[in-house]
């Protein structure tokens, strides 16, 4: 049995994904394991919005996180790597926490975007940070710009 089957690399589509799933995707090729692509649509951003822009926040919000597993499975399908995708509401850390037990997860390979004390204070902290704190499993941070 390998080390990792079921590798869980969490995604809003930007760039710090990059070299996070260059490194999962690494992994998973040596130990054959499905990579699974997750992006959360945030609740909390989409109830900030006025009720009048809401659906349309949504409705981007939405698009995004959609092209962001459709680029990580392309990139592990291309690696010759088995793959999910998944899309998810509401708040990501909770969300990522709830699918890797969900699903049984080996490794989460996820991003930190090297954000300042401010940055922090202002988004309520680093969702990265709070996985690793909740993680039921091993969890890789690697770290961005």
Not at 10 to 30: C, K, M, N, R, V
Not at 46 to 72: H, K, N, T, W
Not at 87 to 110: F, H, K, N, Q, S
């Amino acid at each position: 049995m390998a080390l990792y089957e079921r590798i869980l690399v969490p995604t809003d589509g930007s760039e710090a994904t990059d070299a996070t799933l260059s490194h999962a995707l690494s992994i998973a090729a040596d130990h054959g394991a499905e990579v699974h692509a997750l992006s959360v649509i945030d609740t909390r951003i989409v109830r900030s919005a006025p009720d009048d822009g809401r659906e349309g926040v949504e409705d981007a919000l939405e698009s995004e996180a959609a092209s962001a597993v459709g680029s990580v499975d392309e990139e592990a399908v291309g690696a010759g790597l088995e793959t999910r995708t998944e899309l998810r509401r509401g708040r990501p850390d909770r969300e990522i926490l709830t699918y890797a037990d969900e699903e049984g997860i080996d490794l989460i390979v996820i991003g930190a975007h090297g954000k300042s004390p401010r940055e922090k204070l202002a988004t309520m902290g680093s969702v990265s940070e709070r996985v690793v704190d909740g993680a039921n499993c091993p969890v890789l941070v690697v770290r961005g710009g």
